[in-house]
């Protein structure tokens, strides 16, 4: 049934038991606190808030096994959400998204694992984020959400939103791939296309929360989406056995994913889950939008806007991104990098990833084995470590490569030919 809140009768049971055991929300950079269960943007600082929680009382509620126990999706680390009321988990059936070894792409004796976030609803990982978002939106009172996209956000916007009946107001690049386009449309959003890049479409959304009434849902710019993105870490040390593999390769635009992950393992080792080895933070951008990987090489904090950006994997293509101290610290703490590939590398990638192991990656995905190969033939990484890739999409949202071979049945097939 559409909107229906949780996956089974006894989940939904399991959860009530279990309220969440949030604290308060603070600062990212200043580290000030603010009140929970009251709508917030940014902090008086203009920076991204995150949410806190009483890890004691975590530890106390639930145990590892307990929870590997619970049916799969992200709603399992019910206990690490800030969702205090069960009947606002909108769910659309989300799945703990497999590990899916790589075999013929990579060479022997080296491991590459690939975290397929493809088989989430809507297509991508953006389900994580969005889907807290929408929750606790419905959970505040809030009823209007806008956003801007670069295509998968605003799927998962339009299809929780429609869910939690609430409604959505999309803007994307008039490049966006039509496809993401027409999904938004027919999940219930009001979607625009704007002659100008994300931060120009983000721009409307800020300027619009006036006279629309709307609650600005933009990447960071409200606490939540940050703590759907930590399910992906929640779900890796589980799929590891509570260890974390030795390094992650992430595709980073706004770089949500790879703050919550990185929150996520603070959160796990504060109650015993897990040590405190942590894996090596790879940043991954395309050269033609590559604000962090500068940031990086040149030691600063923050990251100048990008200019003229351009790459045709369009979910990595974000100019400026409002959490980039917290990439950076996260980078640098991890001992990782951050790298750019070619768009003409992240290409050539996929092709070969999908011919030679099955695994039809998105653009974002490929740049991130593009990234890896690289990184290894610089020597950034070793051949026995373990290592894993985000394929942030299902592959089959993006423009393919053409087969145009044909055959005349009318005709005897010349079989020698199709040798």
């Known amino acids: 049934m559409a909107g229906q809140p949780l996956e089974s009768e006894q989940t939904r049971k399991l959860y009530q038991q279990s309220p969440a055991l949030v604290t308060h929300l603070e600062c990212a950079m200043e580290g000030d606190h603010y009140e929970k269960d009251t709508p917030h943007g940014l902090s008086k600082a203009g920076k991204p808030l995150l949410v806190r929680y009483d890890l004691d009382k975590i530890a106390q509620a639930v ?38 070894t790589l075999k013929h792409s990579v060479p022997d004796g080296v491991e590459v694992v690939v975290k397929d976030e493809g088989r989430l609803p809507t297509g991508s990982f953006k389900a994580r984020g969005l889907a807290l978002a929408v929750a606790m939106a419905k959970e505040l009172g809030q009823t209007h959400l806008a956003m801007p996209t670069n295509g998968n956000a605003g799927a998962a916007l339009a299809a929780y939103a429609s869910s939690a009946g609430l409604k959505s107001t999309v803007f994307c690049p008039d490049d966006t791939p039509e496809i993401n386009v027409q999904e938004i449309e027919a999940q219930g959003a009001t979607v625009y296309k704007v002659n100008g890049l994300i931060n120009d479409c983000g721009k409307i959304v800020l300027e619009g929360k006036g006279p629309m009434g709307w609650t600005d849902i933009s990447t960071l710019k409200e606490p939540y989406r940050i703590e759907g993105k930590k399910t992906m870490g929640l779900e890796l040390a589980e799929q590891y056995g509570w260890d974390v593999p030795d390094v992650i390769f992430y595709p980073t635009g706004g770089g949500t994913g790879l703050i919550g992950m990185w929150k996520a393992f603070d959160e796990l080792e504060a109650i015993g889950w897990i040590g405190s080895k942590r894996p090596r933070m790879v940043a991954v951008q395309s050269t033609g939008c590559a604000p962090i990987v500068k940031a990086w090489e040149d030691g600063l904090e923050h990251a100048p806007l990008w200019p003229n ?28 990098f951050a790298i750019a590939v070619t768009d ?21 995905g490929a740049a991130t084995f593009a990234a890896w190969q690289q990184a290894l033939e610089q020597g950034l990484v070793q051949k026995h470590e373990r290592v894993l890739l985000f394929n942030c999409a299902t592959g089959l949202k993006y423009p393919l490569p053409e087969s145009d071979r044909r055959l005349d049945c009318r005709v005897p097939i010349d079989y020698d030919l199709l040798k």
């Not at 680390?77 to 703990?96: A, D, I, K």
């Not at 950006?309 to 990782?336: C, E, H, K, Y």
């Open 63 to 100: 145990t590892r096994e307990e929870m590997e126990r619970r049916p799969g999706g992200f709603w399992k680390y019910r206990e690490f959400l800030p969702v205090q009321n069960p009947e606002n988990m909108v769910s659309l059936g989300e799945v703990m998204t497999p590990l899916v």
């Open 344 to 364: 003409e590398h992240i290409f050539q990638a996929r092709d070969a990833v999908a011919a030679k192991d099955g695994l039809l990656l998105c653009p974002e």
């Open 309 to 336: 950006a351009s790459t045709t994997a369009w979910g990595i293509r974000v100019p400026v991104a409002v959490g980039d101290f917290m990439i950076l610290r996260a980078v640098r703490q991890s001992n990782g």
